[in-house]
C-alpha cells in the first residue's frame, strides 16, 4: 500500500500505513464530559470533567489542564487587582471596572471583623471597630425598618441635624445625683433634653457653651426632698429666671421644698455670653449671689 506519512513524505513500502497521531487518538478511552490534551509529540491525555459545574483551566506549573470546581488560582485576562467583572444587559462579561475596597468585605452573613458587612434573615449587618455592629432590619413588621444592634451599642451620635414628618417616640435621659455635680461630666448628653434628679440639698453646675456651639441645649433638674437645689451658670454665662436677665455666674434656687423643679434652654447668646432662659418650673425660685 502506498501513502503519504503524516510529514507529507511519500512512503511506499508494503503493509498497513500506520499515523503515530492517529494511532494514539484511537488509543485512548474517551468519557462523556471530558476533552482530550496533546502531551507531547503523538501523545495525548483524556482530561474528565469528574464533576458539575467546572471550569477548565491550566494545573498550577502550566503542564496540563484540569477542570476546577473553583476561580481560585484562575487569572482571567484583563483584570487587575482591585478590579470586578461588568455584566451586560445580556448578561455578558465585558471588561473589568477599578473598585477601591476600602477595607471592605462583602458577602459574609455574620460579620465579626472590622469592615465586614452581610445579610442573612432580613438583616443587613455592618461591624466596625472596638467590636461593635450596627444593622438595618427593613420589613421588621409591616411598614417598619428596625435599627439595631447586636453587639450591644445603645447609641447613635451625630453633629448632623435630622428631620422628619413622621412621629418621632423616645425616652428622656434621666440621671440622678446625690452630690455637687457639673452636668455633662459624664457624658455630653445630659445637656440635650436630660432630666436630672436631685435626692439631697446640692448645687447643679452648668457647663460653658460658646456660641460656636449654637443654642438648644437644654436642661432640666427635679427635687425629690425638701432641699434647698442651686443652678449655677459658668461665670461667664448668665441666667434669664421668669423673663428677667441675670448677671454672669450668678446662680438661682428653689425655696427648698420637695417636687421643685426647673427647665432651661440656652437661648440666645450676648458676645459669647450664653443665656440660660427658664422655661417652666415648680415651687418658688429666687435669683442668688
Known amino acids: 500500500m502506498c501513502a503519504w506519512d503524516r510529514t507529507g513524505a511519500w512512503n511506499s513500502g508494503g ?7 492517529l494511532t494514539a487518538l484511537a488509543g485512548l478511552t474517551i468519557t462523556d464530559v471530558s476533552i482530550v490534551e496533546g502531551v507531547g509529540p503523538d501523545a495525548f491525555n483524556v482530561v474528565a470533567a469528574g464533576g458539575s459545574n467546572r471550569l477548565l483551566g ?23 487587582a482591585n478590579h470586578i467583572p461588568q455584566i451586560d444587559g445580556s448578561g455578558n462579561l465585558t471588561g473589568a471596572a477599578s473598585a477601591s ?44 425598618t428596625k435599627i439595631g444592634s447586636n453587639t450591644g451599642i445603645t447609641k447613635i451620635a451625630t453633629t448632623l441635624g435630622f428631620a422628619s414628618t413622621g412621629v418621632i417616640s423616645g425616652k428622656i435621659n434621666v440621671i440622678s445625683k446625690a452630690a455637687a455635680y457639673t452636668l455633662g461630666t459624664d457624658s455630653t448628653d ?5 432630666m436630672t434628679i436631685a435626692t439631697t440639698a446640692m448645687t447643679l453646675t452648668l457647663p460653658n457653651v460658646d ?11 427635679y427635687s425629690t426632698t425638701a432641699s434647698v437645689i442651686r443652678v449655677n451658670p459658668n461665670d461667664a454665662d448668665k441666667i434669664r429666671l421668669s ?47
Open 243 to 289: 423673663g428677667t436677665l441675670g448677671a454672669s455666674g450668678v446662680d438661682i434656687y428653689s425655696a427648698g421644698a420637695a417636687g421643685n423643679f426647673i427647665c432651661l434652654m440656652v437661648t440666645d447668646f450676648a458676645t459669647d455670653v450664653a443665656h440660660w432662659t427658664t422655661l417652666g418650673s415648680q415651687g418658688t425660685w429666687a435669683v442668688g449671689t
Open 211 to 221: 456660641a460656636a456651639s449654637g443654642t438648644g441645649q437644654s436642661v432640666c433638674m
Open 101 to 144: 475596597w476600602g477595607g471592605i468585605i462583602l458577602g459574609d452573613s455574620t460579620p465579626d471583623a472590622a469592615g465586614e458587612f452581610g445579610y442573612d434573615s432580613g438583616k443587613f449587618s455592618f461591624y466596625g471597630a472596638n467590636s461593635e455592629d450596627i444593622y438595618i432590619e427593613p420589613g421588621n413588621v409591616s411598614n417598619t
Open 58 to 80: 491550566s494545573n498550577s506549573d502550566n503542564t496540563a489542564l484540569e477542570f476546577k470546581s473553583s476561580i481560585t488560582g484562575i487569572t482571567i485576562g484583563g483584570f487587575t
Open 190 to 194: 445630659e445637656l440635650y433634653g436630660c
Open 15 to 21: 503493509g498497513t500505513a500506520q499515523d503515530a497521531t
